[in-house]
Nanobody, 124 residues
Framework: VQLQASGGGLVQAGGSLRLSCVAS????????LGWFRQAPGKERELVAVISWSGDNKYYGNSVKGRFTISRYDAKDTLYLQMNNLKPEDTAVYYCAVGDRWSAGSTVVEDYEDWGRGTLVTVSS
């Protein structure tokens, strides 16, 4: 599967962005999906994951209450709505595909297919 993330950019603190991740080559239906991010000099970290059914969602502590993950399987697309952005949200954001029938894993190593990432920069 090929994953193309988009929607990143430069935004002021307090602003919003919506990231999209479109899959090609294989459907995303029935797979757990996730968003992760990596800031310069830091390890890749969990942002949000969603189960294959969309019923279960998990968020990193730093984004709870501000970010929302969703999926639209009919278009093989994963979304991340980011509100009230903070400078510490600055990072490259990656979408990833996990296991089939996954309830939503928060472990980075459980994700095998990754997009190339989209850069989000939040200015203070």
């Amino acid at each position: 599967v090929q994953l193309q993330a988009s929607g990143g950019g430069l935004v002021q603190a307090g602003g919003s962005l919506r990231l999209s991740c479109v899959a090609s080559g294989r459907t995303l239906r029935n797979y757990g999906l996730g968003w992760f991010r990596q800031a310069p000099g830091k390890e890749r970290e969990l942002v949000a994951v969603i189960s294959w059914s969309g019923d279960n969602k998990y968020y990193g502590n730093s984004v709870k209450g501000r970010f929302t993950i969703s999926r639209y399987d009919a278009k093989d697309t994963l979304y991340l709505q980011m509100n009230n952005l903070k400078p510490e949200d600055t990072a490259v954001y990656y979408c990833a595909v996990g296991d089939r029938w996954s309830a939503g894993s928060t472990v980075v190593e459980d994700y095998e297919d990754w997009g190339r990432g989209t850069l989000v920069t939040v200015s203070s």
